[in-house]
């Protein structure tokens, strides 16, 4: 039942945070901050409200951008872009948005819904759909209470927009997609629009107080010359996986998603040993040069810098960069038959069944 | 000035004439004829209005499909599914259409606006946008008087939708397009609302009346078993390029087309001889072995079964086939500079300029 303000300032831990939990995509949150620290300064700080404090005919639309991160940076959207989504759906659905939610608590994802927030003046959600970041649209908790993601809006810079209506959240993901690729590879999009009554019984609560509080933590041990990866780890029941430097990074952009595989040479206790993690956009699936699986999804994968102990993304990943990858469990209700259908190993086309981060190595 | 009203049995002669006009393109209008055919006998004949009688402030709608036309004729529509890409236009501009436009003047998309306009009781206005069939939604005489393709509805079988709102009618052939490759190669379109002022500037006139009347003509001639090819060239002031039987062809359903090249062994006066057609859904360029062009695009290139007479599209292109291909001069607005730019050889990737009909061999 606790509201709170996010100010310029505060937007450094929520971006460090996103970064973490962004599990290597979802575009690094840096220029999202920068996106919702212009709009603070000039409309001022956002408020985050619990979803129990929303009514249950309030309309919440969660905001976000879609498309390859590689490509989302260099494609950056202004405030007001992001802003021209969420007013095309309120224009087709003839009615304001009473509240913005994060789609995913991680990536740029975290931070743009801020920057639209700061510059309408309505309050964020204090949650997400993923508790994580995930490539594809449908992988999130709505969809898993059957909430259509549509009518959804997808816009480009340039003055393109669609309406989408589409018989089930996978193809609202295809029909977004192959426009996202048109639009040259990165789009903004507003879309799920939720009641607060569907919001409350779906969203995964108090994830944005969570990025926040790890961007803390890992400000905190920063400057305590810490690497944060113990004091996370702990925090969120996780274990270290192994810390290893970069030797080969494979990387395409291929149907609107950065693709690719990158090996580690294990360091300290793991000398000697190569490592595997695949991502789409996120880490995927960490392996050792066995094939024993360390982690997989939907459990989270997510790499510090093992000097610096700042998150790194995938395009950050670069030949001879050292990296400490921690797996972290992820949310409940992605552990469940219906979640592993949409998230799990075999939905990327693994063989392999989804064993939990715990009950591996 | 003249309206009149079409029957079932009047289907017969429009496809016909849509068959010969496709340019071996746009889809067999047979299957479009069953389905005009079929809601004529369910509720009544089709009005046919000069432009002239329609209101200035009338909403006017051009309805079709889509796609590669080898993929239309697998994943036909009935005509509710036609009617539901005009319903969520009308729901979207929030008013009902006046009259119904095809937006070409040969292949499926000349008769399916008849099973749309005799499902709904809308009157169809004589004429069209391009005076024969092209594989792109922009190349219209619209675009030539600057009305945007937009908002456009494209809608699936399965009950997906998008409403497109792009910056130029090029874009809009992006955005549709890729959605109609994720649809399956095929989809239902409702596009280019205009009014009835704009319409009479625009349309290009009086060629659904052609296109019946060359129906008639080569039903007559076949029934006098005389071959149309000579009656039809003098009609329609073309020339008679060659008579050949395929040898060669070479398709593929790429990017939501039927593209390909189809090579012809010359019989009688031009025996021993080869030609060469190209096509992306439409015959784009003829030539002969020499490289000398007979025919290009926008000019029309079309083709008739040298033995029984009646007109036949590139999916009917099959070995040993006998064909009569004709040239047809197009319509006088498509060979200006900006005629030229929109649908003429450089813009379907020949390096060589536009020569029209006339001017060549």
Not at 102 to 116: K, Q, R
Not at 127 to 145: I, K
Not at 212 to 226: L, P, W
Not at 260 to 287: C, I, P, W, Y
């Amino acid at each position: 039942m606790s509201s709170f303000s996010v100010g310029s300032s505060d937007m450094e831990a929520i971006a460090l945070g996103g970064a973490f939990m962004g599990t290597g995509g979802g575009g690094d949150p840096y220029i999202g901050k920068l996106m919702a620290q212009a709009a603070i300064t000039e409309h001022g700080p956002v408020t985050v409200i619990d979803v129990d404090d929303i009514a249950d005919d309030a309309l919440c639309v969660p905001v976000c951008m879609m498309g390859a991160p590689t490509v989302m940076l260099e494609k950056l959207p202004n405030g007001q872009e992001a802003y021209q989504a969420l007013q095309k759906l309120e224009a087709y659905l003839g009615r304001r948005a009473d509240v913005l939610v994060c789609i995913e608590a991680g990536g740029l994802n975290s931070t743009i819904p801020f920057a639209v927030a700061a510059a309408t003046g309505l309050p964020l959600v204090d949650g997400d759909g993923m508790g994580r970041a995930f490539p594809e649209l449908q992988m999130v908790s709505f969809t898993m209470f059957d909430i259509p993601a549509t009518p959804m809006v997808i816009a480009d810079e340039k003055g393109n927009s669609s309406v989408i209506n589409a018989i089930s959240n996978r193809w609202t993901e295809r029909l977004a997609r192959c426009q996202t690729v048109e639009m040259g590879g990165a789009a903004l999009v507003a879309l799920y629009p939720t009641s607060g009554a569907q919001l409350k019984r779906s969203l995964l609560r108090r994830t944005v107080s969570l990025l926040k509080e790890i961007g803390e933590t890992i400000a905190c041990e920063r400057k305590a010359n810490r690497n944060p990866a113990d004091t996370l780890t702990s925090r969120l029941n996780g274990r270290k996986l192994f810390t290893g430097r970069v030797v080969d990074i494979d990387r395409r952009t291929v149907g609107g998603f950065a693709r690719g595989r990158v090996t580690f040479k294990g360091m300290d206790r793991s000398a000697g040993k190569l490592f595997t993690v695949d991502f789409q956009n996120e880490f995927l699936v960490a392996s050792d040069e066995t094939g024993a699986l360390l982690t997989m999804t939907p459990d989270l994968i997510c790499a510090l810098d093992a000097d610096g102990g700042l998150p790194v993304t995938t395009e950050q990943l670069r030949y001879g960069l050292a990296v400490t990858m921690l797996g972290i469990p992820c949310a409940d209700f992605w552990a469940t038959d219906i979640g592993i259908e949409l998230v799990g190993p075999g939905y990327f086309g693994y063989e392999h069944s989804y064993v939990p981060l715990h009950q591996l190595g």
